[in-house]
C-alpha cells in the first residue's frame, strides 16, 4: 500500500511537471540576427529526437522551411564515433575522435579531438588544421558541459559551422518509467557557433530547448 501511493503521488507529480512541454521551433537570438544576416550561402540544420524531427534552412538570418531532406556526411556529425580525422598527423597529447570535415577547398580540416590523459570520450575541443602548412590555425575548446554535435563548412571556406549541445537529465510523464526506475532521460538545449579560420567566433545562438534523445546534422550550402 505505501509502495502504491508512492507511485501515483510521484505519477501526479510528474504529470504536473509535463506542463512546460519542449518547444518544436528552431529559432534565432535577435541580437544574433545581424550577425547571421552576413553570412554566405545557407545554413541547414537537421535534429533527430525520439519524438520529434525538426529541419529548417538559416538564410540571410531567417528561418525558412526546407525543400529537401538534410543530408550531411557521416563523418561531420557524432554519429562518426568512436572513430575520427585519423588521417592527420598524430597529436602528442590528444587523439581525434568525432566529426570532422575538410573544406570545400580542400585546404584545411576541422577535427574534433579528446585528451589522452585521462583518456576522454567525448571531443573536448575541435582544431582548424592546415594541409597546405602541415600546422593548427586554431583550437576552439568547449566548456566541460557542451557536447559537439556536428560541423560544416561555409562554401567559400572560411568559416566552420558548429552545431553544439547541453544536455541536462529531465524528470517527466513520459519517462515515467525511468523515473521510477531512478534514471533520468537526457534532453539537449542545441547551440550554434560560426568561426573564422583563426578561431575567433563570427557568430553565436541558442537554436532550441529540451530535444529528447536527439542527434544533429548541419550542411552549409550556396545560394
Given at each position: 500500500?505505501?509502495?502504491?501511493?508512492?507511485?501515483?503521488?510521484?505519477?501526479?507529480?510528474?504529470?504536473?511537471?509535463?506542463?512546460?512541454?519542449?518547444?518544436?521551433e528552431?529559432?534565432?537570438?535577435?541580437?544574433?540576427?545581424?550577425?547571421?544576416?552576413?553570412?554566405?550561402?545557407?545554413?541547414?540544420?537537421?535534429?533527430?529526437?525520439?519524438?520529434?524531427?525538426?529541419?529548417?534552412?538559416?538564410?540571410?538570418?531567417?528561418?525558412?522551411?526546407?525543400?529537401?531532406?538534410?543530408?550531411?556526411?557521416?563523418?561531420?556529425?557524432?554519429?562518426?564515433?568512436?572513430?575520427g580525422?585519423?588521417?592527420?598527423?598524430?597529436?602528442?597529447?590528444?587523439?581525434?575522435?568525432?566529426?570532422?570535415?575538410f573544406?570545400?577547398?580542400?585546404?584545411?580540416?576541422?577535427?574534433?579531438?579528446?585528451?589522452r590523459?585521462?583518456?576522454?570520450?567525448?571531443?573536448?575541443?575541435?582544431?582548424?588544421?592546415d594541409?597546405?602548412?602541415?600546422?593548427?590555425?586554431?583550437?576552439?575548446?568547449?566548456?566541460?558541459?557542451?557536447?559537439?554535435?556536428?560541423?560544416?563548412?561555409?562554401?567559400?571556406?572560411?568559416?566552420?559551422?558548429?552545431?553544439?549541445?547541453?544536455?541536462?537529465?529531465?524528470?517527466?510523464?513520459?519517462?515515467?518509467?525511468?523515473?521510477?526506475?531512478?534514471?533520468?532521460?537526457?534532453y539537449?538545449?542545441?547551440?550554434?557557433?560560426i568561426?573564422?579560420?583563426?578561431?575567433?567566433?563570427?557568430?553565436?545562438?541558442?537554436?532550441?530547448?529540451?530535444?529528447?534523445?536527439?542527434?544533429?546534422?548541419?550542411?552549409?550550402?550556396?545560394?
Amino acid at each position: 500500500m505505501i509502495i502504491q501511493r508512492q507511485l501515483i503521488l510521484t505519477a501526479t507529480l510528474l504529470i504536473a511537471g509535463c506542463s512546460g512541454q519542449q518547444s518544436s521551433e528552431i529559432t534565432i537570438d535577435s541580437s544574433a540576427r545581424p550577425l547571421f544576416e552576413m553570412l554566405p550561402g545557407e545554413l541547414g540544420i537537421a535534429l533527430h529526437g525520439s519524438d520529434i524531427e525538426i529541419q529548417v534552412l538559416i538564410r540571410h538570418g531567417k528561418i525558412e522551411p526546407v525543400t529537401s531532406n538534410i543530408k550531411a556526411p557521416h563523418e561531420a556529425t557524432g554519429m562518426i564515433a568512436p572513430y575520427g580525422a585519423t588521417m592527420l598527423p598524430d597529436r602528442t597529447n590528444e587523439y581525434y575522435q568525432g566529426p570532422f570535415a575538410f573544406s570545400p577547398n580542400g585546404r584545411y580540416v576541422a577535427a574534433s579531438v579528446v585528451g589522452r590523459r585521462p583518456k576522454a570520450a567525448l571531443p573536448q575541443a575541435f582544431v582548424i588544421f592546415d594541409i597546405q602548412g602541415k600546422r593548427d590555425l586554431a583550437r576552439i575548446d568547449l566548456s566541460g558541459k557542451e557536447l559537439l554535435r556536428a560541423l560544416a563548412w561555409s562554401p567559400d571556406s572560411t568559416r566552420i559551422a558548429i552545431l553544439k549541445s547541453i544536455s541536462r537529465g529531465k524528470v517527466s510523464f513520459k519517462n515515467l518509467l525511468s523515473a521510477l526506475s531512478g534514471h533520468s532521460v537526457a534532453y539537449d538545449t542545441y547551440f550554434l557557433d560560426i568561426y573564422d579560420l583563426e578561431g575567433k567566433i563570427v557568430a553565436h545562438t541558442k537554436l532550441i530547448e529540451d530535444v529528447r534523445y536527439s542527434w544533429g546534422e548541419i550542411v552549409w550550402m550556396p545560394l
